[in-house]
């Protein structure tokens, strides 16, 4: 049982992290503030997350987010568990039953940390370096002017579920592997 737990927490904790794995593995280590940015880039920055409503779409992202994540993290728990070679029938279905009994507490964690206001404040403090950074004021203005456009604002409205049918994808094309890859490494640890 408190492997099961620690598993638990462990694919909770994934999930959680699932939107922003991709960015992870290739961006630069995060920078506390804007200030190595010029004042032309950080007024450029900060007129494009307006233009792009960086706030309210965030906030929809992570309602896509709540919705999504409790059925992502009972399929995962239940690939866990079913791959578990060293549990029999009865303590795989207690196991999954205790899934059904913690994931609701686990679900409402998650959306508490999703709905605190300062978490999109903290977010929006390390994303404006990360545009000074990586465009010009040039360009950040060309892109202010697209999303701007009636196109832009389409693209910006349609984000958060993209992203969200986007990640559904990927559980649904990963999930097969990661449990193959699950019940390979529990073999392996069973024949040690």
Same mark, same amino acid.
């Given at each position: 049982?408190?492997? @099961?737990?620690?598993?638990? !927490?462990?694919? $909770?904790?994934?999930?959680?992290?699932?939107?922003? @794995? $991709?960015?992870? *593995? !290739?961006?630069?280590?995060?920078?506390? !503030?804007?200030?190595? $940015? /010029?004042?032309?880039?950080?007024?450029?920055?900060? #007129?494009?997350?307006?233009?792009?409503? +960086?706030?309210?779409?965030?906030?929809? /992202?992570?309602? #896509?987010?709540?919705? $999504?994540?409790?059925?992502?993290?009972?399929? *995962?728990? !239940?690939?866990?568990?079913?791959?578990?070679? =060293?549990?029999?029938?009865?303590?795989?279905?207690?196991?999954?039953?205790? +899934?059904?009994?913690?994931?609701?507490?686990? /679900?409402?964690?998650?959306?508490?940390? @999703?709905?605190?206001?300062?978490?999109?404040?903290?977010?929006?403090?390390?994303?404006?370096?990360? %545009?000074?950074?990586? %465009? &010009?004021?040039?360009?950040?203005?060309?892109? &202010?002017? @697209? %999303?701007? &456009?009636?196109?832009?604002?389409?693209?910006?409205?349609?984000?958060?579920?993209?992203?969200?049918? /986007?990640?559904?994808? =990927? *559980?649904?094309?990963?999930?097969?592997?990661?449990?193959?890859?699950?019940? #390979?490494?529990? *073999?392996?640890?069973? =024949?040690?």
């Amino acid at each position: 049982m408190k492997h @099961f737990l620690r598993s638990l !927490t462990i694919v $909770a904790a994934a999930a959680a992290a699932a939107p922003s @794995f $991709a960015v992870a *593995q !290739t961006a630069p280590a995060p920078v506390a !503030t804007a200030a190595a $940015a /010029s004042p032309q880039a950080n007024a450029a920055v900060k #007129e494009l997350l307006d233009a792009m409503d +960086v706030r309210k779409m965030m906030a929809a /992202s992570f309602a #896509e987010m709540e919705k $999504a994540l409790p059925q992502m993290m009972r399929a *995962q728990m !239940t690939a866990v568990i079913n791959a578990d070679p =060293g549990a029999d029938a009865e303590k795989k279905k207690a196991a999954l039953a205790k +899934v059904e009994q913690v994931l609701p507490v686990a /679900s409402q964690a998650i959306n508490r940390m @999703f709905k605190d206001p300062a978490l999109i404040d903290e977010m929006m403090v390390e994303i404006a370096p990360l %545009y000074a950074r990586n %465009y &010009t004021v040039a360009e950040l203005k060309e892109l &202010t002017a @697209f %999303y701007r &456009t009636p196109l832009g604002r389409k693209m910006m409205a349609l984000s958060p579920r993209l992203s969200a049918e /986007s990640m559904a994808i =990927g *559980q649904r094309i990963v999930a097969p592997r990661l449990n193959g890859m699950m019940q #390979e490494v529990m *073999q392996s640890a069973q =024949g040690k």
